[in-house]
């Protein structure tokens, strides 16, 4: 069964500064998608990027960048220029790519980033 | 406005008293599926379905049961809940299931506290 971790609880950031949240996995299989889900205290669910693993260049979505290290089963989050926004519940999530593979999304138990003025 | 919606937003209840929580998709999308969110255990896949008639457990299905009769509609129903299924509830839908890079579009979560 795959697992998605995520090593670091919470994380603080100064705005306009950069920071990295860390989400590593465990999978036996070739083809998947990973993705990063913010969580702002509204509870809303809000998708960040999404990185195809039969892709190597890294995602990038404005101030959001990833670097997937595939042989190393890494997908860290970096938010460049940070802004008080940004302050959220980060999860990191997992979803196969195999034809009969799980249709399961599998999540980390997430990062809580807090940005300070 | 493409969403998903959740109803109730909130409620208290008691122990043992059936309780359903419904969930709408105005997308057509054709995988939906539920989560519970704990402090400290991330989002919990609960039940899920690839399609209307076709749903399957996710990894604690113990004490939910799911239904999809028709494409938009997946409630989630507690028949005799119990304190331990107090719990932030997500439902969730997306174009596919299968080996999809499609994101998953969530609604705004439903706050259960069982007595």
């Known amino acids: 069964a795959q697992t998605v971790t995520q090593s670091q609880p919470e994380m603080s950031v100064q705005e306009a500064e950069t920071v990295t949240l860390s989400c590593t996995y465990d999978?036996?299989?070739?083809?998947?998608?990973l993705f990063w889900y913010k969580q702002p205290p509204s509870r809303q669910m809000i998708l960040v990027i999404r990185q195809e693993a039969y892709k190597q260049q890294n995602a990038t979505e404005n101030r959001f960048s990833v670097n997937f290290q595939k042989a190393a089963k890494s997908f860290s989050l970096k938010i460049s220029d940070s802004q008080l926004g940004d302050a959220a519940m980060y999860f990191c999530a997992y979803r196969s790519g195999n034809q009969g593979g799980s249709e399961k999304l599998v999540f980390g138990k997430g990062t809580k980033l807090t940005v300070n003025p | 406005e493409a969403q998903v919606t959740q109803n109730p937003r909130y409620l208290i209840t008691v122990t043992g008293k059936k309780l359903t929580v419904t969930c709408s998709q105005n997308m057509n999308h054709e995988y939906m599926s539920w989560y519970r969110q704990d402090p400290g255990l991330g989002l919990r896949q609960i039940y899920y379905s690839m399609n209307v008639e076709v749903t399957d457990k996710g990894d604690v299905p113990e004490g939910y049961k799911v239904s999809r009769k028709e494409k938009r509609n997946f409630p989630l129903i507690l028949e005799s809940p119990s304190p331990n299924q107090t719990s932030l509830y997500f439902c969730a839908s997306s174009l596919r299931g299968t080996y999809s890079n499609q994101p998953q579009h969530f609604g705004d979560g439903t706050r259960l506290s069982i007595l």
């Open positions: 999978t036996s299989e070739s083809d998947y998608y």
